[in-house]
Structures are given as C-alpha cells and as structure tokens.
C-alpha cells in the first residue's frame, strides 16, 4: 500500500464573531469574491432565508437583501458560485408540489446589490434546465458552471451532469441517467471542484453508501477518469474541497451527520498522490460536517475562471506578496520572505486573544514557524483585522476606495482557508469561523 508523504502542518484558529452576524447553521452555500464571501441560507432549527456579506478585512458581516420576486427563498444543500460580478445559486429549495414547475437558478448582481432574474439580459427563455435538486456541486470552468449529482425529490441521487454557459445563460447535458457507462454515477453530498481544464469529484452518497473514489473530468475531450490510489482520505460526505496552488485541499465530513472528522487532506494534481497535513501543537480544528471551505490569497486562485478580479498578476520569485492597505502604516510581518509563519500580535487591542499551548509543550519546529510571539499570547493567525481596524479606523467605504485605486484587494490578501458553519452547530450563537494556515517550507 503507497504511503502518504509527509506534508507542512497547518496553524488552526477560531475566529470570534461580534454582532451583527449570521447564526451558526450547516448545510448552507459560501463563496468568495473580490475579498468578500457571501453565505446564503442553510439550516439552524428550521430551514433559513437570509444572504450575508463577510468582509475579510474587517472581520465584519452585512445583511444583504433576500426579498423580491428574483430573490431565492428558502434553501439548504444548493450551490453558489462567482463569476464576473455575479453570483449564481442553485437547487436547494423544499419539496413542494409546484417545485418542478418552478426555475431553480438564482442570480446576485454584486455591482448593484441586488437579485437579478436569472434570464437577465437574455431574450430567449430556456429550453431545458436541471430541475431543483439538493447535495449536488457546481465548479466554474472557463466561463461555465458545471453541476453534477444531487438529490432529486423522490428519485434519489442523480448523475446528471449539465453545463450553464454563462454568455449565453444556456443549458446544455453533458450525461444523463441513462448514460451509466463512465462517470462517477448516481451522487450527492460529495465534493467537487475545478483546477485548469478539469473537475475533481470525491467521496459523496451512492444512495445510502458513502464513497472514497475520486474523478476527473476533462473539459478538453469531455472524458472521466478514475483516479485510484489506495491512500487518501476514508469514505466520506458532507465534505468540502478547494484548490490550493498546484494541490487540492479535502477537510471534514463524515461517515454521517452524526460523525464529524476534522481531518485535513492533500492532494497533488502532479504527483496524484495524498497527504494527510499534520497540525501544530496546541492546534486543533474542529469536527465539521455540511460545512463550508472559501480560500482567500493569490494561492487559492482559481486558474479557471476568465473573471479579471480573479486574475492574479504573477509576483516575484512567485513569493506570497504581504496583504497591502493604506489604512495600515506599515507592512504587514507574520508572512515572512522564506513562507515561514511568523505572528503579529496586538493583545491590547483585542479581545480575542487566549492563551496558547505553554512554550514548554511546543517543540522545535512549531517554535520556528510560529516565532516566539506566539509562544505568549495570541490565537489569530490572520492579518489581525479587528485589531488593526481599531488601531487605525479603517472602515469599509475607505478600503473600497482603496480596491479602486490600489486594484483588487483579493490579490494582497495573505493565503487562508476558512471553515463556515457545519454541523455541530451552536443553537443561537454567530456563525463558526475556523482559519487554517498552511506553512509551506
């Protein structure tokens, strides 16, 4: 049996959220754009409506508009994406008699803060459409969105696998259920995600079966391959997975709703091979299932997508450029020039600071890459945004301002995975936000 390889351990963080702020929930839809991320309904008790703004920087939540006849209503298991401006929502919505009849594609116009008809500036209506499903993925790629599997009502897991060119905001099917022969087949709850000119598909629901397999698919030739390997992740849903440089990042899930992991997988898209990132002392995530993953930084760039804001300009020596802001007096240390972590803290300025393993327990390597602030006080990682926005009273209208002048603030921010949300959940509370950052040596 191949043996995984050894990998850089990773820093997690909790992130504390002040009001106002979503309430914690799980089997909700996230996505990033321009430094922002955008959550949109999910469960808490009961099925929820509300679509939220988290500002990175600012470590601060608006509530956005999901009112009128173009806005979603209830959702849970649907699917967000960005693309030039725009967020496009699907499936999720409660079974009822007259879902069929009804279209399932949602569209948020960033610019003008609010919900578009999903025909927008398209004359000609649809011809054929998926219908609404739940658990199902959507990846952009070039300038599609590519949806596979889900829970179909009374049918179960699907393996249709439909294309929405967003130029035209035509449908197209690129296999259908009685296409069994290649593929992934039948699937729900698992994950996917996009990477040059392919989609990567893990894991998920056959039914009531969990899986391990992993897929991809080649846009070029419109062909799947099974990508075998006895080492890697075990049979999971309710995951999620993001690209990470030339890498996929895999984090949580479970055998059930009932059986959250914690764990955090590698995989290498040149090597094809899996690794299992190992955690710093004193560091430990937490169990997630249905939650959301959003990367944030020039190393989670999609390289897929057309969008100018998600073109990052290429940096020296291919080196991690310092967040950038106006609104701070000097550049920013924790990122050092060889990759290593190094920490920025601000105890006096903020309250979320707790105390970390002692110095004692830390061994030599977590001491080289955390430094030795972090070895007294500190538990966020970050760009410390609380903490420099009341330092310096930097505000949201000034760091839009800024995003005009200085260009996109998504390309200087530093690299992080955040973890939105999942279950378990906290009855009442503000949503869950983890931070992972990934040393690279």
């Known amino acids: 049996m191949p043996v995984m390889s050894q990998s850089s351990p990773c820093l997690w963080t909790q992130l504390p959220q002040s009001r106002p702020s979503p309430c914690d929930r799980y089997k909700h839809a996230c996505c990033s754009y321009d430094g922002h991320v955008y959550i949109l309904g999910g469960r808490e008790n009961s099925c929820l409506r509300d679509f939220w703004r988290y500002s990175v920087v600012c470590n601060e939540w608006t509530e956005l508009s999901c009112t009128g006849e173009a806005a979603p209503e209830e959702l849970e298991e649907h699917t967000m994406v960005a693309h030039e401006g725009f967020l496009y929502v699907f499936g999720g919505m409660l079974d009822s008699a007259y879902t069929k009849w009804r279209c399932s594609l949602w569209v948020f116009d960033i610019a003008k803060q609010k919900w578009v008809h999903s025909q927008g500036k398209k004359s000609s209506p649809q011809t054929q459409m998926p ?5 199902h993925s959507a990846v952009v790629l070039g300038s599609d969105m590519l949806l596979y599997g889900g829970f179909v009502d009374m049918k179960g897991s699907s393996q249709e ?28 709850s698992h994950s996917a995600m996009a990477y040059q000119s392919c989609m990567y598909l893990f894991g998920g629901l056959k039914g009531l079966h969990e899986q391990r397999d992993l897929w991809r698919w080649n846009s070029t030739n419109c062909t799947w391959s099974s990508l075998k390997n006895k080492s890697g992740p075990s049979r999971l849903m309710g995951h999620s997975a993001v690209v990470y440089k030339d890498s996929m990042l895999l984090f949580g899930g479970g055998r059930s709703q009932n059986s959250p992991k914690n764990s955090l997988y590698r995989y290498n898209f040149t090597s094809q091979t899996w690794t299992q990132v190992p955690i710093l002392l004193g560091s430990t995530p937490p169990d997630k299932i249905h939650h959301c993953c959003v990367g944030l930084g020039p190393s989670y760039m999609s390289s897929t997508s057309s969008s100018s804001s998600e073109v990052i300009p290429r940096l020296l020596d291919d080196k991690t450029r310092p967040f ?29 600071y707790t105390r970390l393993t002692p110095a004692s327990e830390l061994d030599n390597r977590t001491e080289s890459l955390l430094g030795k602030e972090a070895q007294r006080t500190g538990n966020c990682l970050s760009f410390e ?19 005009e002048e200085d260009g996109d603030i998504a390309q200087h921010l530093p690299d992080l995975l955040l973890v939105l949300g999942g279950r378990p959940c906290a009855t009442h509370s503000p949503i869950s936000i983890w931070q ?3 040393s690279e040596s």
């Open 324 to 352: 950038k802001n106006k609104c701070f007096p000097a550049p920013l240390t924790f990122l050092g020039s060889d990759g290593a972590i190094e920490m920025e803290t601000f105890s006096l300025l903020d309250r979320c």
């Open 436 to 438: 992972m950052t990934l």
């Open 161 to 188: 696998f439909w294309r929405l060119d967003f130029d035209t905001m035509k449908w197209s099917m690129l296999s259908s259920s009685q296409q069994a022969s290649s593929g992934p087949g039948p699937r729900h």
């Open 131 to 135: 219908s609404n499903r739940k658990g």
């Open 385 to 403: 945004n609380k903490a420099f926005k009341k330092q310096w009273s930097c505000t949201e209208e000034e760091l839009l301002q800024e995003e």
